[in-house]
Nanobody, 125 residues
Framework: QVQLVESGGGLVQAGGSLRLSCAAS????????MGWFRQAPGKEREFVAT????????YYADSVAGRFTISRDNVKNTLYLQMNSLKPEDTAVYYC??????????????????WGQGTQVTVSS
């Protein structure tokens, strides 16, 4: 019901910056919050950040707080993740997700029902 397409991934050197985008379509009016998650090879999906769709509340994982910024553009139906001071440990496939429940602001992947295909972010030393 909500389709999500990520873009903006790529290769960047440690200390560099990258901005990810997530274009949303479909029943976006039903979205309460959107978020970013990531998954590295051999690891489980990890929460990165969430933002309310109609408000301005944000929530970040401790590992990215102060370096990453989540934002949205409701007119363009687009979610963004600005990533600064990137580290090799940030290397992962990054996924955009949407949720229709308020509990999603806790950052649990189980509360998100719509997911994008993912975009690869690789940070080299």
């Amino acid at each position: 019901q909500v389709q999500l397409v990520e873009s903006g991934g790529g290769l960047v050197q440690a200390g560099g910056s990258l901005r990810l985008s997530c274009a949303a379509s479909g029943r976006t009016f039903s979205v309460y919050a959107m978020g970013w998650f990531r998954q590295a090879p051999g690891k489980e999906r990890e929460f990165v950040a969430t933002i309310t769709w109609t408000g301005y509340s944000t929530y970040y994982a401790d590992s990215v707080a102060g370096r990453f910024t989540i934002s949205r553009d409701n007119v363009k139906n687009t979610l963004y993740l600005q990533m600064n001071s990137l580290k090799p440990e940030d290397t992962a496939v990054y996924y955009c997700a949407a949720s229709g429940v308020i509990q999603s602001m806790r950052g649990s992947a189980a509360d998100f029902s719509s997911w994008g295909q993912g975009t690869q972010v690789t940070v080299s030393s």
